[in-house]
């Protein structure tokens, strides 16, 4: 069971949400509204992110998390003989247990670069498959996720988002960007992305709020509004449809008010910099990490006896066993990391 | 877009949560717990609700809303060429959007009687069903799911949830109770079953808080531990593991802490109460109501003008239209419908 | 097991195929071809039925099975969230195992007149959805199913099938035909729809052909050919591209050369015209019939003393038992139903 | 178009069926039998196959395709939040446009080696898998599905298939063989399997016929017969229940009659033996083949003027573009393939 004397840097889900959320929670509480996401806090939160993005016309529903969302567009978006592409590390890839298949379509893996997918493996690979004469019994490809930031930490640039947009364009494919974690990589020190340009170059996408202040919630953005048509119908029917769904527009109004001087960048900077002061602590200790992120996981490559050292004190998860036997774990921040808590890490870092 | 001077009796998700509830959520809000529901609040909860019911092997999963409780159980417990038999007025078969179907299942709708599958109905189907020399190309029969309190507000007896038993045995089939409103059947002056003899009685159940003092949260118990095995699985691939897990574990600590004295119920009875002086001032006025119900929906036969009169001051939902021009109209009492609201309303009864 | 002293009545799937089209496989069995349907075999039938319907545009193609054939056709023409509407007593909703659901949509099952679906009765049926406020979390409607002839043997008129085409229009609905035994519709005495007419009204229908003269085969078009893009990747999904494709175009080629003089009408008129001949015997021994099907379907209703007399010495199928205790039985002619075996079932009927 | 005046290598199912399997098709021409597959051609087939294999108590179905099966198969033995796992290069990987997924399923595609799936790699997987602490996230490993012989041509030995049952075993997973060429593989110069081998290490597995020498047809075996209840449920399901099933049975009856002196194997060492004639004309002409394939299938790697000059006179795949520029393709033989054929063939390879 669970540890209490320890500190977690397990996830960034283990505590609740930023108090501002928090307080229009509270102070909302006994407001009557419509259920179902049709009210004026969504609306009004919709609104809010229309405005950062600029785009009048996008359509924005609001889910609870993000393998929910994950499914609900990707069957939204796909014809039944469609697949969908993304990187072999993808989260919808590896650790949603099948919700993507379970809703009848194929995941398309291709090789992953530190967790990105290269768009030249992108074209590489929808070169082969039309010229493949034997295309017509294969899954056809309908759609490409990313993930920004990647699961692994990495950032996809400018450069890569326009190029994916060029061979979307050209093989008539969709793209979709799960923002789990969008706020990080918008405020990540190697980023060259504005929240518009998500926008422009994808044709779905998402703000993460479980990840970023939020109790729960992920604000799916339609930046091509006629894509949207129904898609409510099919929420429901995923069971994505929150009955006293002001819950969501509550917490993203308290998210994205304010511009882009909003709290969700706010916090996501602040969980970026804790994560780099642990970054850095590992690097002045010598122990390589296995990505090179500048985003709130980073992935030490520890010894089996440094890395029982840490675990004493501190919780935090596995990535993967290493052929040498060293362990590579993750450490992630949170809105809620406390300088304390950065502190103590690094301090035993240093000891190890 | 909503009506901000209007008062709201149109569903009982419109408000947000009781204030303990609440004090909790704000409580624990800084604690660090594991992810997806495997936090001690969770294990707390569950515990409670083993107390209640008196199982002490039940398994219990905590989920956000009963169209995902609906679809992962009925999933879960289905095989491919099984379906799950319900009154045709059963919220699966009416409201869901079709998810059940889209797990790949047949909903075998039967007559309602006011809203209750009649345990004869049921064995007449079945005895028909395998009669049929071509049973081998129908969908199966595979999973009985009730509601209680029904969608009309009524509720089952302890004679008919022995029949179900009885006959799923014979059958070899499962008893699935949606308890989305679990609270006001339990709590009706109808009614004659305890929460043991529910969980008795049925292989799977849920207590729903989404409308009985939650923000969300329904928390289905496997009375039969053999029937989970695994379903955690589902949940995820269903898109029904919340992050925050800890969250429904907490709402479900305010709502089943004190056993039997527990807010959930405390909740639910008054709910019916304010439902009940609802249902008295039609009566007075001589209004009849659709279906006699002693719990939190009302459903009052109005004419065009008295819907039209009401309707400028209250939000209510349109149930039905009859055959004579007639409306039956839809009031919901939740944990925060005030005297005041109720007075209101009542004064206007009498004025129509 | 099989009683092989008895003459069988019990299907029109009983026999293989007419010795024309037994001829026609046998003289192409040692020609090479491409494999799925992509051989000059498949495109000449589909010419002759594009002659015949004069549809030069339609699109054509193939299948084994007439459950292959709903169950694809409807998965390619609905959206996640839509349904299919059909009469209760409807192929799709009673006899095919939950095929369509396994697709993931809802069968919306609507009363049915002698197997009939009634015009009025579907419109009816949307106007009350469309009025029902909570439409938005119902299975939207998405396409019409109907049977011709209906699993009764009653078939549909011109005036209904305009109606139906008028009604799909309004509320943007697709019609599609189950032509199982679409010959012996053709070919009623009750009929007054050519197959030009069904491809007129219908967005996409097909000409069954096991249960006209082949050994298996749906020849399915897609009057509307936009309907039909890449209809062929979702056969091959379905299982339902057969290898040695032309098999299929063969047996259709036999069966639909020579315009309307063709072998299916043939064979089609003469099941019907021998089915006659059972129904008058039964009409003139006093014995009523539960519909009055002027096709290759009888439903004489029996005492059970008739019924074991008849079953003694013939194969036939338990329709439906009625609460007099008394049998409705169906009776089936094929292409294959001889003189004498009608001679020897006359007989029978007359002495009970 | 089709190109009538070359002759066809490309793939095992160009022409019809074995002359002794259609004379028996025909001479049952006009028996009345019970459909769906009940009938004693049916039975007969299935007890010449489980005489064959030793096993009194297999559970045998006819289906007819190969895709079809595989679906079939896997969705009726996995749980919903199961995977299948196979090698990349397995057909139901590449070649079935989803049709696993559409059942809801993942395949987990492993590392191929020329085709097959290597144990130690199964077996590093599953350590890997259930070492990852985040494994109740993922897809549960519930199946392993291995062709036999290979898509490459090339076949598993019974070390394999002993290493593959240990597996199996260890970790509770069900192994299912795709035959859809079985019989080349069982009678292939680099074989040691027997039939009942297969049976005994393969909870599931089937006879192809499609592609040796019948007009279609593959014989599902339950070695297992638990694991076969209710399969026909699923099958009608999946509309993989054929109305006029004798023609299964029938086709079975012809193949497998006379023990291990049957016409299936017959057929299938010829198959093999024209295969290497093809073969070793490639070699002696010093052109090698992608892999070491000693069944029906070749695969030479071709320089871009002799694939040309062979294209002139010979249909035939193309398997894969190499990086060098150079093609592999894919040539076939078939039941049919005549010793003419193959010399033209000859005298062309000689030619280049």
Redesign the interface.
């Known amino acids: ?2 540890e209490f004397s320890k ?2 840097f ?2 960034d ?5 930023h ?1 501002r959320v ?1 307080e229009r ?2 102070n ?8 179902y996401g ?3 806090h969504c ?1 009004n939160a919709a609104n809010m992110i229309r405005n950062l993005i600029e785009k009048p016309d996008a359509q924005i529903f609001f889910l ?6 994950n ?2 567009v990707i ?2 978006l796909l ?3 469609e ?1 969908v592409i993304c990187a072999s590390s993808g989260h919808i890839n ?6 993507i ?7 398309i893996a291709l090789e992953n670069s530190n967790g990105l997918l290269k768009p030249e493996l992108l074209r590489n690979y929808l070169e ?1 498959f039309y ?1 493949d ?2 295309f ?5 490809p309908g759609l490409v996720y990313i993930s920004n930031p990647s699961e692994c930490g990495t950032v996809y640039s400018k450069k890569m988002l326009q190029d994916f947009r060029i061979i979307c364009d050209k093989y008539n494919l969709k793209l979709f960007l799960d923002g789990a974690r969008l706020g990080v990589a918008l405020t990540s020190s190697e980023n060259d992305l504005s929240a518009r340009d998500i926008a422009n170059f994808c044709d779905v996408f998402y703000f993460g709020g ?2 970023i202040g939020a ?2 919630g992920e604000a799916v953005v339609f930046s091509n509004p006629k894509l949207a048509e ?1 898609f ?3 929420m ?9 769904g002001r ?1 969501l527009g509550v917490q993203f109004e308290s998210l994205f008010e304010n511009g882009r001087e909003n709290l969700y960048y706010e916090i996501a900077l602040r969980e970026n910099a804790q994560a780099l002061k642990i970054k850095r602590a590992f690097q002045e200790k010598g122990i390589n990490l296995l990505y090179d992120s500048y985003t709130n996981q980073q992935f030490p490559i520890l010894t089996q006896s440094q890395y029982d050292k840490l675990s004493r004190k501190f919780v935090f ?2 990535w993967q ?1 290493l052929d040498n036997g060293n362990l590579a774990a993750r450490f992630c921040t949170s809105w ?1 990391t406390s300088d304390n808590n950065i502190k103590y890490l690094i301090n035993a870092i240093k000891e190890l």
Do not use: W
């Open positions: 069971m669970e500190i977690r397990e996830s889900y283990q505590e609740g949400c108090p928090l929670i509270c909302s509480n006994l407001e009557q509204t419509s259920g049709v009210d004026y609306e609870t998390g993000g393998t929910q969302a499914a609900a069957k939204h014809k039944p003989y697949g590896v650790h949603e247990s099948g919700a298949e379970a809703t009848g379509h194929k995941v082969n010229s004469p034997t017509d019994h294969m899954v056809q479980t990840k109790l729960f129904n409510r119908f099919l429901k029917q995923q069971g994505a449809l929150l009955a006293k819950l998860e596995l066993r809620a």
